[in-house]
């Protein structure tokens, strides 16, 4: 299992004319397939009237992954497959891109189209940029000011991090630790409180 994934540093829009016609790529980071069908939404809905608005997401990574790609009118594969190919030749996940085309009259064919839409969405992508995040478990606990030490002591061992914590008569702390780790832990700590 890993802990880390990449994806898009910043949401971007690019534009390119390709033999008159208008593409309008737009890429966001969305970390849920709600977000990513709702970002998907919004841009159609701003390029209504758009000749079409084609799209391909990805989310999550491993057995966990979740992805789609729409040609929206398209011929069958030139559109949403070649968005989705820019998602996959650049290793990123919790990304959705959508490709809005503004007609400009002149046919581009199967292979101008798979090229047009895989472009646009590349260079949308390599605008935005490409971070690695890490995927993480949350616990939120209590424990005394004497095993504070053992609580620092662990998240250096694990590369976890605190995120919040609150000092009363005792110590309630809110962390975060790499997604793998969480088993140990969460048996640790259930040491700790016994």
């Known amino acids: ?9 910043r949401e971007m829009v690019t534009r390119c004319k390709i033999q008159r016609s208008l593409f309008i790529a737009h890429v966001r980071e ?16 701003e390029h ?53 085309r503004y007609f400009g009259g002149k046919k581009l064919g199967v292979r101008g189209l798979i090229e047009a839409y895989a472009g646009a969405a590349g260079d949308a992508i390599d605008h935005a940029g490409i971070i690695t995040r890490r995927l993480t478990t949350t616990f939120t606990f209590t424990c005394s000011y004497a095993q504070l030490d053992q609580v620092h002591h662990l ?13 009363t008569d005792r110590v309630e702390l809110t962390i975060a630790v790499p997604r793998s780790r969480g088993p140990q832990v969460a048996k640790a700590l259930a040491e700790l409180g016994r």
């Not at 061992?157 to 000092?167: A, D, K, R």
Request: proline letters at 3%; one cysteine or more; charged letters at 25%.
């Open 30 to 45: 969305t970390p849920t397939e709600e977000e990513a069908r709702a970002f998907i939404a919004r841009v159609s809905s």
């Open 1 to 9: 299992m890993t802990d880390q994934y990449k994806t898009v540093a």
């Open 48 to 100: 209504k009237q758009a000749t079409h608005n084609c799209w391909a997401y990805r989310i999550g990574i491993g057995k966990e992954e979740v992805s789609y790609f729409d040609d929206d009118g398209e011929p069958s594969g030139t559109a949403g497959k070649p968005i989705y190919g820019a998602i996959l030749s650049r290793d990123i996940t919790n990304v959705a891109v959508v490709v809005t």
């Open 155 to 167: 998240l250096n061992q694990v590369e976890g991090e605190i995120l919040e914590s609150n000092y």
